[in-house]
Antibody, heavy 119, light 110 residues
Framework: QVQLVESGGGVVQPGGSLRVSCAAS????????MHWVRQAPGKGLEWVAL????????YYADSVKGRFTISRDNSKNTLYLQMNSLRAEDTAVYYC????????????WGQGTLVTVSS | QSALTQPASVSGSPGQSITISCTGT?????????VSWYQQHPGKAPKLMIY???KRPSGVSNRFSGSKSGNTASLTISGLQAEDEADYYC??????????FGGGTKLTVL
């Protein structure tokens, strides 16, 4: 079955950088688009970024554009989110989510990794 | 990229029906039949409940249904059960190829 496992979260100072990862298994990773979605403590879901199956097209929320970079390594079945110039408002649980081929939805989700931006 | 608008909370008694609305614009909800709904219990990852406005994934109870009129989509839960108490989020595809979520609705089963 589909399994998505995020890692790399932690505490980082404002202005700092962090990279979170999502290890995928149970499906052909290289055939599916992948998303990052975040949820600040006690708040709602916020879409962050999308990368197409082959990595050739990437899309970002305005709130992270220019600071965050989504990428993937299909040989390692792994999705990444490089986060630079971090702000307090970036504090959140970061989920990776798998698309469904031909559909615009978040079919499967990981359990999330917590990123805390604080001095 | 403004969030879709959902009521902050709704409530109902066991056995009753409730409806949660999700209002966007012609650039997202109104422009495409690509609205999906997610259920999230505390401390858990979201779960897909409805996609393409009104389709149910395998394994989701037929007590859950979706619809859309203009720029507003709706999720209806009939025959409310205690286990339905959770947060619910709508999401839509947008004209700029991105995605957008609603602010979320807390469902309380009285």
């Amino acid at each position: 079955q589909v399994q998505l496992v995020e890692s790399g979260g932690g505490v980082v100072q404002p202005g700092g950088s962090l990279r979170v990862s999502c290890a995928a298994s149970g499906f052909t990773f290289s055939s599916y688009g992948m998303h990052w979605v975040r949820q600040a403590p006690g708040k709602g879901l916020e879409w962050v970024a999308l990368i197409r199956y082959d990595g050739n097209n990437k899309y970002y929320a305005d709130s992270v554009k220019g600071r965050f970079t989504i990428s993937r390594d299909n040989s390692k079945n792994t999705l990444y989110l490089q986060m630079n110039s971090l702000r307090a408002e970036d504090t959140a649980v970061y989920y990776c989510a798998k698309e469904s081929s031909g559909y615009y939805l978040f079919e499967s989700w990981g359990q999330g990794t917590l990123v805390t931006v604080s001095s | 990229q403004s969030a879709l608008t959902q009521p902050a909370s709704v409530s109902g008694s066991p056995g009753q029906s409730i409806t949660i609305s999700c209002t966007g614009t012609s650039s997202d909800v109104g422009g495409y039949n690509y609205v999906s709904w997610y259920q999230q219990h505390p401390g858990k990852a979201p779960k897909l409940m409805i996609y393409d406005v009104s389709k149910r994934p395998s394994g989701v109870s037929n007590r859950f249904s979706g619809s859309k009129s203009g720029n507003t989509a709706s999720l209806t839960i009939s025959g409310l059960q205690a286990e339905d108490e959770a947060d619910y989020y709508c999401s839509s595809y947008t004209s700029s190829y991105t995605r957008v979520f609603g602010g979320g609705t807390k469902l309380t089963v009285l």
